[in-house]
Nanobody, 124 residues
Framework: QVQLVESGGGLVQAGGSLRLSCAAS????????MGWFRQALGKERELVAA????????FYADSVKGRFTISRDNAKNTVYLQMNSLNADDTAVYYC?????????????????WGQGTQVTVSS
C-alpha cells in the first residue's frame, strides 16, 4: 500500500511558476513509476508528466513540454513537478499517482495509487 500526499498548489499569476511535491509512504518508492495528472473543471483527467521507476524514460504532454519538469528524489520518497510559464489553461486539480514497476507511463489504468490532489489556479 502506498499513500501519496501532494503539496505546493495555489494561486499564481500567468507567467509565474509553482513547484508541486508528492510525498509517498513506504520503503519501495524507487520501484514505482510516478506520474502527475490534472483535471480541469468539466474536463477529463489527463496525464501531464511521468517518470519511470528505473529512471529510463519520462513523458510529457505536448501542452507542457518545455515548461514543466518532473523529477524524483528516491531518498526522500518524493516526486516533484516544476511548472514554469504558467497560463490559464494550466488551472486544474493536480494529482500524483504511482504505478508499481511498470514501463507504461502514459496510461491512467497503469497507476495503482492516487493522491487527493492539489489545486493550481492561474490568474490571467
Amino acid at each position: 500500500q502506498v499513500q501519496l500526499v501532494e503539496s505546493g498548489g495555489g494561486l499564481v499569476q500567468a507567467g509565474g511558476s509553482l513547484r508541486l511535491s508528492c510525498a509517498a509512504s513506504g520503503r519501495t518508492f524507487s520501484t514505482y513509476t510516478m506520474g502527475w495528472f490534472r483535471q480541469a473543471l468539466g474536463k477529463e483527467r489527463e496525464l501531464v508528466a511521468a517518470t519511470a521507476w528505473n529512471g529510463g524514460s519520462t513523458f510529457y504532454a505536448d501542452s507542457v513540454k518545455g515548461r514543466f519538469t518532473i523529477s524524483r528524489d528516491n531518498a526522500k520518497n518524493t516526486v516533484y513537478l516544476q511548472m514554469n510559464s504558467l497560463n490559464a489553461d494550466d488551472t486544474a486539480v493536480y494529482y500524483c499517482a504511482a504505478a508499481w514497476h511498470t514501463s507504461t507511463l502514459n496510461r491512467a489504468y497503469a497507476y495503482d495509487y492516487w493522491g487527493q490532489g492539489t489545486q493550481v489556479t492561474v490568474s490571467s
